[in-house]
Structure formats: C-alpha cells, structure tokens
C-alpha cells in the first residue's frame, strides 16, 4: 500500500495523527501530489484548522485546477469563512467537472439555503438524496431547506433519515428539537435538546 492510501486509511480510522504524519510523508515523495495536498487540506477542515486547510487546498489546485474534491473543499472553506456567493461558485465549478457528485450538490444546495434561495437550494439537496441516500448532510441539509420553507412534515422526516445514518451528530439532534419546538410538540424537542447536550444517539 502506498503513503497516501496508508493515509487516507489512517483517515477514515480516525487515527488523525497517523493521518496526518502520512499525508505530509507522502507530499515530501511527490510535494506535486495535488490529492495528498486536498487530503490534508480536509483533515485540516474538519479540525476547524481553516488558514492550514486554506493553504494546503491551494496547493492542491496549484497541482491541478481541475481537481474536483479540492474545488469542493474549496467551496466549503470559503462557506466556512461565511463568503457564500464565492463557496456557490466553487460548488458550481466542482459540478461543471463531477455534475453528479452528491457532496457538492448537498454543499451547494447548504450554501443556497443560507442565502435564501430555497427553490434552488431544494432541488440541490433533492437531487444530493436521491444519488447518495446514505449520505447523511444530504438528508440533514434538505431537511433544513425544508424547515425554512415551513414544510416541517418533510423536514421532518429527513432529519431522522439523517439522524440514522448519523446518530451521534449533535448538530442534526439539536435541528430536530428545533424542528420539533416549532411543531408544538415540545416533549420531543426537550428529550433531542437533553440528548444532544448528552452527546446520546437516541432513537
């Protein structure tokens, strides 16, 4: 096995500091290797590391400006520094080269959301569902779109769809109990609050 799937291996283990190691490891063989560049540059990101993630992405594109996933990472350090209309362009670009890639539609269809344009946003998320139904954030952001349209019923049904596939995801409980809050049916909402603060799965 090569650095970089040692790497990504380590990665989806969880083990981040092997990640991590390996990643650099595999840029010191081939520093032009624009998908070790992108792999840490997502290790960075989910860190909440946004300058180290910026930087290593950059380099990732300097490789390869046609590197699909470092132009979705691109879009989702952008969405992160709250510069939506420019992460909306990275997500568009990353579709123009992979238009059938399920994160980015669900990215571009979040960004969309936080920028108020729901019928859009919508079929992005409808679409990210149907292509990759166990893909959590597709579930969870078309359940948001859904929550603002006021369309609760719906969103309502995508957030446990999230919620299963990801059960130990605060963020898509606390949704879920707000949801639930707005739905009147504040039993609910309190049990997904007090499980989210637990840090619980639940049902």
């Known amino acids: 096995m090569d650095t970089l799937r040692q790497a990504a291996a380590a990665h989806m283990k969880g083990d981040l500091r092997a990640a991590q190691r390996l990643y650099k490891q595999a840029i010191e063989e081939n520093p032009d290797d624009g998908d070790a560049w992108q792999m840490l540059a997502v290790l960075h990101f989910e860190a909440g590391e946004i300058a180290d993630a910026e930087r290593c992405n950059a380099r990732a594109l300097a490789a390869d400006p046609d590197n699909g996933a470092a132009r979705n990472s691109e879009g989702n350090i952008l969405k992160a ?18 238009p059938d890639l399920p994160q980015a539609l669900t990215n571009l269809g979040d960004a969309l959301r936080r920028l108020g344009r729901l019928d859009a946003a919508l079929d992005h998320c409808r679409k990210a569902a149907n292509l990759a139904p166990d893909l959590a954030a ?3 952001n078309l359940g948001a779109a859904l929550f603002d349209r006021g369309d609760w ?3 309502r049904v995508s957030l446990k769809s999230a919620l299963a596939l990801s059960p130990e995801d605060t963020s898509m409980r606390i949704n879920l109990a707000r949801l639930e809050a707005s739905r009147g049916d504040t039993a609910s909402a309190r049990i997904h609050a007090r499980l989210a603060q637990n840090g619980v799965s639940g049902d």
């Open 153 to 155: 019923e719906a969103a």
């Open 81 to 98: 520094q709250g510069r939506l209309e420019d992460a909306v362009k990275s997500y568009e670009r990353t579709l123009q080269l992979a």
């Open 138 to 140: 597709a579930h969870a």
